[in-house]
């Protein structure tokens, strides 16, 4: 079934104005092709740029430290990756009234999926249909699906912050790190007191309900604006009491999610034959938090993070630059758990929903 279709199956409430379709068809061909494959072209020139600066790494020893690398190693590192995702799709159980934990856990890799496929907003589609097809409130997945962003999004910034803190903690302080990473905390900072004032004004609702409006409306046409800031309103008096204990409980569990992943490369390193007295785990925590933002780039930074990651640990700690080849096997292996397994956990999500469509 279509996922225009999937929102009016069953019991399934109707999707709002212009959620459920497909990208606007006038658009011009060019345009819809360049927001497709744009962020493909643009990541495999990063990559060419990266591994031409990378001439002097030794990628036969890279490909040798990848055969030694046993199937239960891979198993325990699928079975960190689910923690991840789970722990990364609470935030919607939380803020959703009726969602339990699977079908936040479906709808999530479902989205993730469609976001790395098909241009914007396919991903948004996906989730709406999908929440629409188990009868869950229209406002209600709207808002939620928005404060699982939001929070992710104030994790996402101020990241490099804890990071600095626990370089404090540890006695590894870098006063290099300070600036960037307050600058990225005020984007934090920024995004906490817009929900805290959308919550407190109703005004202020309405406006954000509008400016997603418009937003949408550069995909779609025919989308209606005063619906929008009605159905944010509605949000905002229906979860008024629940942002309250969800907000902070799901920047807990976004906080867990980032140290789980982290925790996935530490697995990583270990598993390609790097012991503990050439690298702690805590320099690799404090690297991947300060260098966190710049998952904000297309396939959570492919390429980019790991570069900067790896050059932090070569050249600001106190490690034996012969590491090299283990490192980039590492983040290697990191990357194809990390991207690799959400995608087939997204196709077989789908597949399960339209099945689930196809038996009402």
């Known amino acids: 079934m279509p996922a225009a279709d999937a929102g009016r199956s069953g019991s399934a409430r109707p999707l709002p104005d212009g959620v459920g379709d497909t990208a606007d068809p006038s658009q011009p061909r060019w345009r819809r092709t360049v927001r497709t ?25 890279v490909w040798e430290t990848l055969t030694t690398l046993h199937w239960w190693q891979l198993a325990v590192l699928v079975l960190g990756l689910l923690m991840r995702q789970l722990l990364n799709c609470l935030p919607l159980v939380w803020f959703i009234d009726g969602c339990s934990v699977p079908r936040a856990f479906q709808n999530d890799q479902a989205s993730a999926v469609m976001y790395a496929v098909a241009p914007p907003p396919a991903d948004y589609v996906t989730r709406m249909a999908m929440f629409g097809s ?23 910034f101020g990241a490099p912050l804890l990071g600095v803190l626990v370089m404090i903690v540890t006695g590894m302080y870098d006063s290099a790190e300070i600036v960037p990473a307050l600058l990225s905390a005020l984007i934090s900072v920024a995004i906490l007191l817009a929900i805290w004032l959308g919550f407190r004004d109703e005004r202020l609702a309405a406006s954000i309900g509008g400016w997603a409006a418009r937003v949408v409306g550069r995909f779609k046409r025919g989308i209606d604006i005063d619906a929008w800031r009605d159905s944010v309103v509605a949000f905002r008096h229906a979860a008024y009491g629940r942002v309250s204990s969800a907000l902070p409980r799901s920047l807990l569990a976004l906080v867990a999610m980032v140290v789980v992943d982290a925790g996935l490369i530490v697995l990583s390193i270990r598993f390609v034959g790097v012991p503990a007295d050439q690298l702690s785990a805590v320099p690799v925590l404090t690297a991947f938090l300060v260098a966190y933002p710049l998952t904000a780039l297309f396939f959570s930074g492919l390429g980019v993070l790991d570069a900067v990651v790896i050059a932090t640990l070569l050249y600001h700690v106190d490690v034996d630059r012969s590491l090299e080849p283990e490192l980039v096997a590492a983040f290697l292996i990191w990357r194809v758990i990390s991207l690799g397994v959400p995608l087939v956990l997204g196709a077989l999500s789908l597949i399960a929903w339209k099945i689930e469509l196809a038996r009402r």
């Open 134 to 156: 188990w009868g869950i409130a229209l406002p209600a997945a709207t808002a939620g699906a928005v404060m699982n962003t939001l929070s992710f999004y104030v994790i996402r």
């Open 37 to 61: 494959v744009g962020p493909w072209i643009l990541t495999a020139l990063i990559l060419v740029v990266l591994v031409t600066l990378a001439q002097g790494l030794e990628w036969a020893e």
